[in-house]
């Protein structure tokens, strides 16, 4: 049976979208409106590296059997959609019109799938050691998640590197690591069954016969999502320097030793809030898959084009940490150079405007 999902960000959400038209459901992306208009226009393209082939292909929303449409956020009706994905930047759901959407969305009682690396603050509610702990200053606006029951809410892995290439539409994007999505589950089963026949669905699909990468994994475990931390804290965030913006490759094995000292730490604290060693994922399998990223974070290309915040997964982890008793140096001095480079934004744009 075809579903009807409703994926928040048309960027990197195209890619989730891709899949889940390829295996023959129905997906509405929400965007600004000039954005709707080309993709309702063009469909979008994804490009993506199938096992084997040296080139990536062009994945055509257009040729696939599900159907796609784009929609302003004041356009939606929620009534039709099964599950809701928000794959937005965390900052972007304090957008006027966003939020008046997420109210509604909260109200409705739909499940979210947030496939954000920010998760979002219901998700954490679910994790006991977590429950209580003040973590709001992390969020740019942690009104906006108020609503929102925390077994609704399940936080889906990021793992998959991809970027919109800057020459071309907005309704293009490129896949530069395709792994997978891994997902926990609900707190209600019958959602968790959506889950799953999504699961099943997109592991189905192929491509002339051949395996299409990138799929939807679900797990039990409410701590397989936090793996990425361990990721974020060690290569995306250490992109940022006082200086210009390095490659997640060259933020890594820069200093595997001091890389590898920062990963485990943050596995440390994983395990320290219920985590098993079985839902992360190793050092050297990270460091392997962090060779072939040559380009910088998408958080240090946001601090670099002036962006005035953006999704703070390192402050987040930061609070946990001083929390749990378990402060790291090397963390807090990522936290502070993130800090100073958001803040000499703000001062230059508050001095130019002048």
């Known amino acids: 049976m075809a579903r009807n999902i409703l994926i928040l960000g048309a960027s990197y959400g195209s890619l989730l979208a891709t899949k889940l038209l390829m295996a023959g459901h129905n997906v509405t992306l929400v965007c600004r409106k000039k954005t709707a208009d080309l993709i309702n226009r063009d469909g979008t393209e994804v490009r993506i590296k199938l096992r084997d082939e040296p080139a990536h292909r062009s994945i055509f929303s257009r040729d696939l059997p599900g159907t796609l449409d784009a929609k302003a956020p004041n356009e939606v009706e929620l009534s039709r959609y099964d599950l809701v994905a928000l794959a937005m930047q965390e900052p972007q759901y304090t957008n006027h019109t966003i939020r008046v959407l997420m109210v509604k969305i909260a109200e409705a009682k739909l499940p979210c799938l947030s496939i954000m690396n920010m998760p979002p603050l219901p998700y954490l509610k679910r994790i006991p050691a977590l429950a209580n702990m003040d973590l709001e200053e992390a969020y740019t606006n942690a009104q906006v998640w108020e609503r929102f029951t925390p077994g609704l809410v399940t936080l889906c892995s990021p793992d998959p590197q991809a970027f919109r290439p800057p020459e ?187």
């Open 168 to 354: 071309e539409g907005p309704n293009v994007l490129h896949v530069g690591l395709p792994t997978n999505f891994k997902a926990a589950t609900f707190a209600d089963e019958k959602h968790n069954a959506l889950l799953r026949e999504l699961e099943a669905d997109i592991d189905a699909v192929t491509l002339e016969g051949k395996d299409v990468p990138v799929k939807l994994k679900v797990f039990d475990s409410l701590f397989v999502p936090l793996a990425k931390w361990s990721m974020l804290l060690t290569g995306n965030y250490r992109c940022i320097t006082p200086s210009e913006p390095r490659p997640i490759r060259e933020a890594v094995h820069g200093d595997l030793k001091l890389s590898q000292s920062i990963y485990d730490h943050v596995d440390a604290i994983a395990r320290r809030l219920g985590a098993d060693p079985k839902d992360q994922v190793p050092f050297e399998k990270y460091a392997k898959a962090a060779e072939s990223l040559l380009k910088p974070s998408s958080a240090a290309r946001a601090v670099a084009s002036g962006a005035p915040c953006m999704e703070r997964v390192d402050l987040l982890v930061k609070l946990i940490s001083h929390q749990l008793g378990m402060p790291s140096a090397e963390i807090d001095r990522t936290v502070e150079i993130v800090d100073q480079k958001l803040n000499e934004k703000i001062v230059v744009g508050g001095s130019s405007a002048q």
